[in-house]
């Protein structure tokens, strides 16, 4: 295994690109950094960014420094990777999180952020809602965001798709309204699809946490059985080494 040095590497043409870091913060500066000049090059051409978030506490940090760079946040729309079927406020809401993390630091209009409006009573009139308001920005073409920023569960989950559920084949929808396993707190959820993911001109995972290097390697070894590992394999992956750490 190559040294912690935050130097990207390959071992194959059709696997992931695996970006490791000494610690979550050289890990978060570099996924910040990386995200900036994406947004940036994008402005320069005067494109507008399209940048999806994923909750989790991996992230967290990169929010922040991601808030601390100079970027022209009118040229950027942000939406949500997935979310549960809770309140904005609820203490497990990922829009929350966002929100604490990035979007209250940074000089963002309100119509560049698109936020699930779960208060709809339906979950599944809930991703119907959300894929309209997805689909008007992109016009008649398929959406394609330029970057969308996904985790991994111990279980291979990424965004609100789960192992065991044909609803990570899902093929004409670009949002769906998923059911999370006993084990976690909020059963209802809704998700981007596989599709829509895998259509991304990018897609970074941020990972941190321990006992997490059994799973990253099934995603790089692209293991069909978990949604993660269906994942575009042209993605990198952002990793700190604690994740290689035993629980």
């Not at 978060?28 to 950094?33: D, L, T, W, Y």
């Not at 929350?96 to 979950?123: H, Y």
């Not at 599709?195 to 990253?216: E, W, Y």
Request: with cysteine.
């Amino acid at each position: 295994m190559p040294p912690f040095r935050g130097i990207k590497y390959r071992e194959g043409l059709n696997q992931m690109e695996l970006k490791k870091f000494i610690d979550k913060e050289q890990m978060s500066r570099a996924a910040a950094a990386y995200t900036a000049d994406l947004i940036r090059s994008n402005a320069i051409a005067g494109k507008v960014f399209t940048l999806a978030l994923s909750g989790g506490s991996s992230p967290v940090r990169f929010y922040e420094l991601l808030a601390e760079e100079a970027i022209d946040w009118d040229m950027v729309k942000v939406f949500l990777v997935d979310e549960r079927k809770v309140q904005a406020d609820h203490k497990h809401s990922n829009f929350r999180m966002i929100k604490e993390s990035l979007l209250s630091k940074i000089d963002i209009p309100d119509t560049n952020i698109f936020s699930l409006k779960t208060e709809i009573k339906s979950v599944s009139e809930c991703a119907a809602e959300y894929e309209e308001r997805i689909r008007k920005v992109f016009g008649d073409k398929y959406p394609v965001f330029d970057l969308i920023v996904l985790g991994v569960g111990p279980d291979g989950h990424t965004a609100s798709l789960f192992p065991g559920k044909s609803h990570s084949l899902e093929q004409d929808g670009v949002f769906i309204s998923t059911i999370a396993p006993t084990q976690f707190d909020v059963a209802e959820r809704l998700s981007m699809t596989l599709p829509l993911i895998n259509s991304a001109d990018r897609r970074i995972f941020i990972i941190s946490g321990t006992g997490k290097g059994g799973i990253i390697q099934r995603v790089l070894d692209q293991d069909s059985s978990i949604p993660a590992g269906m994942v575009n394999s042209d993605s990198s992956i952002f990793v700190d080494s604690l994740s290689f750490a035993s629980p």
